[in-house]
C-alpha cells in the first residue's frame, strides 16, 4: 500500500534545530512535488514548504523562511525538512505530503497522500 512515513520529530528547546524526514514506499515519488504541513490542535492545517519533483524550485511559508531548509533525494524516495532557529510557535505536528494538483503548492487540497505525521515540540 502507499505510504508516506515521516520521523525526525521530538523536543528541543528554542533555537535548536531538527532534521525531518519523509520516506515514500510503493509510492511513485521522482514525478512528484512534495509539501511538508503543519497543524496544532484547533486549528487547520498549514503550508510549511514544499519542493518541485526535480528539487529545482522551492517554497516556504513566511513564517519560516530563512528558517527551514526544503530537501529531497529522489534516489531514497525521501524529502527532508531542516528546521534551525525553532520558536515554540514552531510546534506542532508535522506532515509530509506528495501534491497531484496543479494548483498553488501551499493549498492543502493539491495533495493526495499524506503521512501520519511527526510531532515537533519547541520550549521557550
Known amino acids: 500500500q502507499v505510504r508516506l512515513v515521516e520521523s525526525g520529530g521530538g523536543m528541543v528547546q528554542a533555537g535548536g534545530s531538527l532534521r525531518l524526514s519523509c520516506a515514500a514506499s510503493e509510492l511513485p515519488f521522482i514525478d512528484y512535488a512534495m509539501g511538508w504541513f503543519r497543524q496544532t490542535p484547533g486549528k487547520e492545517r498549514e503550508f510549511v514548504a514544499a519542493?518541485?519533483?526535480?528539487?529545482?524550485?522551492?517554497y516556504y511559508a513566511d513564517s519560516v523562511k530563512g528558517r527551514f531548509t526544503i530537501a529531497r533525494d529522489n534516489v531514497k524516495n525521501t524529502v527532508y525538512l531542516q528546521m534551525n532557529s525553532l520558536k515554540p510557535e514552531d510546534t506542532a505536528v508535522y506532515y509530509c505530503?506528495?501534491?497531484?494538483?496543479?494548483?498553488?503548492?501551499?493549498?492543502?487540497?493539491?495533495?493526495?497522500?499524506w503521512g501520519q505525521g511527526t510531532q515537533v515540540t519547541v520550549s521557550s
Open positions: 519542493i518541485t519533483w526535480s528539487g529545482g524550485s522551492t
Open positions: 505530503a506528495r501534491r497531484t494538483g496543479w494548483g498553488s503548492v501551499r493549498k492543502v487540497n493539491e495533495y493526495d497522500y
